[in-house]
């Protein structure tokens, strides 16, 4: 991980993910008289095995989404991981648009990408979809291996 001016690097992929909330909030969003966590905790969670079953709730809405858009990538990054090693197995892996679409809500646009000379993308409601994305696909592809678990079951009957 690498978190520099609250802005998030992941390790092994090209881009940054940007905290829009540059504030820091005295207390958790759901008491009062808890201290609000760090955002160091924040991509700690995110970065976790269970991301998936953090709801965040203490956090602010911003931080929230900008902890989800951390888990997005966790969740890409294990994504290219999977499809590197299934590559040869006669079968296409995943499914590269929604990959790109991905990859294009999550991180900040860099470049020639900037669109009309220097608006910061994505926006949140970019970002929001991102994510909202990233979940629905993991719901589908747990089915799907569910799936073809019970496909797989039953012609050892």
């Not at 690498?2 to 504030?23: F, K, Q, S, V, W």
């Not at 994504?79 to 990859?103: E, N, S, T, Y």
């Not at 999550?106 to 000379?117: K, L, N, Q, S």
């Amino acid at each position: 991980m690498a978190l520099i001016m609250n802005d998030y690097r992941p390790t092994n992929m090209a881009g940054t993910i940007r905290r829009h909330e540059r504030r820091e909030h005295a207390h958790s969003r759901i008491s009062g008289s808890t201290p609000y966590p760090s955002v160091a905790s924040l991509v700690r969670r995110m970065e976790d095995p269970n991301r998936g079953q953090d709801a965040l709730s203490e956090f602010y809405n911003s931080d929230a989404l900008f902890g989800f858009a951390i888990g997005a990538a966790a969740d890409i990054r294990e994504r290219v991981a999977r499809r590197v090693q299934q590559q040869g197995q006669d079968r296409i892996v995943g499914d590269p648009q929604i990959h790109r679409l991905l990859m294009l809500g999550v991180f900040d646009w860099t470049g020639d990408d900037i669109f009309r000379g220097g608006q910061n993308f994505p926006s949140l409601a970019f970002l929001y979809s991102c994510v909202l994305g990233n979940s629905l696909l993991k719901r589908i592809e747990r089915s799907d291996a569910e799936v073809r678990l019970q496909i797989y079951r039953s012609t050892l009957d």
